[in-house]
T-cell receptor, first 112, second 112 residues
Framework: GQQLNQSPQSMFIQEGEDVSMNCTSS?????WLWYKQDPGEGPVLLIA?????ELTSNGRLTAQFGITRKDSFLNISASIPSDVGIYFC????????????FGQGTRLTINP | ETGVTQSPTHLIKTRGQQVTLRCSSQ?????VSWYQQALGQGPQFIFQ???????GRGNFPPRFSGLQFPNYSSELNVNALELDDSALYLC???????????FGQGTRLTVV
């Protein structure tokens, strides 16, 4: 079945550092979504990617849709304390666009 | 414009009982999707409702059922609760089945 694998599972960094995480799949996805989830909250969409090779930014966040359509990357530059949380990649399941498959998440912890 | 709201925020039930979780979709949204998020995992798609009809279902047993009402709010019902049903249940609404979904804060269900 469709599965998304995220790495690393967790990251411990210093404030101000850049962060890089990725998401891979054995099957092709036509859309890649990156979400952030804070404790006690639902996921919030950060960036959506719709075309292979696409590079999209949202403030200090940049995400890329891999050429093979089997991977995606999320970078955060100059991390700040509010970047702490769990980052999920997601893509549409074979059932349809908003029936999403999620990765298991990358937990980001920032030391001040 | 109000966002997606879920109730209750927390719930404790005993194994074998039944539970109903509620979701009010964002104003103007006709599509509601439900997800189960176990601790330390990404959300898993349960099912989607579009204009009061079930529109796709994930790999969950029939004791997970739902409803969507004419005002597009939705319920998730789980019968014969099992310990493994303990999770955060997330509702997401979207304008239709192909546009961005916005998540509620979730209902934390604990089965003892």
């Amino acid at each position: 079945g469709q599965q998304l694998n995220q790495s690393p599972q967790s990251m411990f960094i210093q404030e101000g550092e850049d962060v890089s995480m990725n998401c891979t799949s054995s099957s092709i996805f036509n859309t890649w979504l990156w979400y952030k989830q804070d404790p006690g909250e639902g996921p919030v969409l950060l960036i959506a990617l719709y075309k292979a090779g696409e590079l999209t930014s949202n403030g200090r966040l940049t995400a890329q849709f891999g050429i093979t359509r089997k991977d995606s990357f999320l970078n955060i530059s100059a991390s700040i304390p509010s970047d702490v949380g769990i980052y999920f990649c997601a893509g549409p399941s074979i059932q349809g666009a908003q029936k999403l498959v999620f990765g298991q998440g990358t937990r980001l912890t920032i030391n001040p | 414009e109000t966002g997606v709201t879920q109730s209750p925020t927390h719930l404790i039930k005993t194994r074998g009982q039944q539970v109903t979780l509620r979701c009010s979709s964002q104003s103007g949204h006709n599509t509601v999707s439900w997800y189960q998020q176990a601790l330390g995992q990404g959300p898993q798609f349960i099912f989607q409702y579009y204009r009061e009809e079930e529109n796709g279902r994930g790999n969950f047993p029939p004791r997970f059922s739902g409803l969507q009402f004419p005002n597009y709010s939705s319920e998730l019902n789980v019968n014969a609760l099992e310990l493994d049903d303990s999770a955060l249940y997330l509702c997401a609404s979207s304008l239709d089945t192909n546009t961005e979904a916005f998540f509620g804060q979730g209902t934390r269900l604990t089965v003892v």
